[in-house]
């Protein structure tokens, strides 16, 4: 059985508390880890990790940090409030920006997910390859699997960088919603369900400068 925290605070060789032990390790991590790593890390129980993860919350509310969950993984960020600055910093303002096309799919993938590029495309009413391609660059949606309906489409979501991108910690702070019905693909439906498909154009994802 995993140790209590008091034990692992007494056991560290560097003095550290429990906490501190766990801010670090998310500090370090390349992505979102799961709770069951930072357990097995820290040699605490799931309640344990549980109640420092609150501490860490309430610790940074008047700080820079934020703790982010999405889809049951755990990763340090920058608070959104600090975004501005963060971009200013970084010169990210000229590529954070999103068009409304791309907005508009990403709402809908936020809102449906896991969903198909067909589905999205059936919401819409237009050709939103060009749109998901750009999104996918930017790290704001990623591939989730495959649907089990005929063709065994791609189901794309969200990543951790879309909640970053909108100052939120999890999908759970997303604004209440009444999302239209995802219709179900039928037949042979795993492309655009428009009789114009293929002569669609793709809709541009920037607002350029110019207009």
């Known amino acids: 059985m995993p140790e209590s925290t008091a034990s692992v605070a007494e056991k560290s060789p560097s ?5 501190a032990q766990l ?3 998310l500090f370090v991590a390349p992505g979102a880890v799961m709770p069951g790593q930072l357990v097995e890390a820290l040699g605490v129980t799931a309640r344990d990790l549980e109640k420092l993860l609150e501490q860490l919350e309430a610790g940074y509310a008047e700080r820079g940090l934020r703790l982010q969950r999405q889809r049951g993984r755990l990763q340090l960020t920058t608070a959104p409030e ?3 600055q963060v971009e200013k910093f970084l010169n990210l303002e000229a590529t954070t920006r999103l068009s409304q096309a791309a907005l508009e799919t990403l709402a809908i993938v936020a809102y449906q997910q896991p969903v198909t590029r067909p589905q999205i495309d059936s ?3 237009v050709n939103s390859d060009g749109v998901m391609k750009s999104l996918l660059s930017k790290g704001l949606i990623e591939e989730g699997g495959r649907s089990e309906g005929p063709g065994r489409p791609i189901l794309y979501a969200t990543t951790p960088d879309f909640l970053q991108h909108f100052g939120l910690s999890s999908l759970k702070e997303l604004p209440p919603l009444d999302p239209p019905e995802v219709p179900p693909l ?3 439906q795993t492309e655009l369900p428009l009789a114009d498909a293929d002569a669609a154009p793709n809709e541009p994802d920037e607002v350029t400068n110019g207009g």
């Open 123 to 125: 919401i819409r009413g």
């Open 186 to 188: 039928t037949g042979e």
């Open 23 to 25: 801010e670090a390790l």
């Open 82 to 84: 600090a975004a501005p």
């Open 15 to 19: 003095g550290l508390s429990p906490l």
